[in-house]
Nanobody
């Protein structure tokens, strides 16, 4: 069993930056990868990127450039650094942990980009 919790969302002005955090607990050694997703109002959930247990990082093509995923193994934390934010980045951001074909999802954290 894995529990995933996101934090760090909030209101930010266009052009601003925000760093989201994701912490995993439980059977963390069984996690193959941690992923970041987002879901904008009225849209489907989409992949932002992921980091594997081996440290490989992959981004969705549309997310390359402004979003950076990193992790702190000591703290069991994964981060999503978001720069040059735009109103279209407004969404609920989710973190998940992958164990085989199973996904453990967090509750999501709201990011609103608005002036």
């Amino acid at each position: 069993q894995v529990k995933v919790v996101e934090s760090g969302g909030g209101l930010v002005q266009p052009g601003g930056s925000l760093r989201l955090s994701c912490t995993a607990s439980g059977s963390i050694f069984s996690i193959d990868a941690m992923g970041w997703y987002r879901q904008a109002p009225g849209k489907e959930r989409e992949l932002v990127g992921c980091i594997t247990s081996g440290g490989e990082i992959h981004y969705a093509d549309s997310m390359k450039g402004r979003f950076t995923i990193s992790r702190d193994n000591v703290k069991n934390m994964v981060y999503l650094q978001m720069n040059s934010l735009k109103p279209v980045d407004t969404a609920v951001y989710y973190c998940n942990g992958s164990v085989g074909s199973f996904r453990y999802w967090g509750q999501g954290t709201q990011v609103t980009v608005s002036s």
